[in-house]
């Protein structure tokens, strides 16, 4: 990703759109549009899962894959890949410890 665009991609987000030898499966204008889609939805996500979080006083661990369910749904505009991706983020803006997330069932 080296262009003008000041937007820096962390290698992790990197990955979910690369293949096993470390090659984008994406144009880098692409994953960079798709990073930033993810990386606001996780921190809007942070107001949410704080009031859930006091409000219902689950788990974090249980409100963490609540969301994580409803961002791999077929509906949520996310990918598997995704949608673990920003629920590990939120769990890092949270400062909480994420649960093993399921694993999606498209492996592909």
Do not use: K
């Not at 030898?21 to 996780?42: F, I, K, M, N, P």
């Amino acid at each position: 990703m080296s262009d003008d665009n000041q937007i820096l991609v962390p290698p992790s987000f990197m990955a979910v759109y690369s293949d096993a030898r470390q090659r984008l499966t994406e144009r880098s204008d692409v994953v960079r549009a798709r990073y930033e889609l993810c990386e606001d939805l996780a921190c809007h996500l942070v107001e949410q899962a704080q009031t859930l979080y006091h409000v219902q006083a689950p788990s974090e661990a249980d409100i963490l894959l609540r969301i994580h369910a409803g961002l791999s749904g077929a509906d949520s505009g996310v990918s598997a890949g995704e949608a673990r991706w920003i629920t590990l983020r939120l769990a890092e803006l949270l400062e909480w410890r994420c649960p093993e997330l399921p694993a999606p069932l498209d492996q592909s």
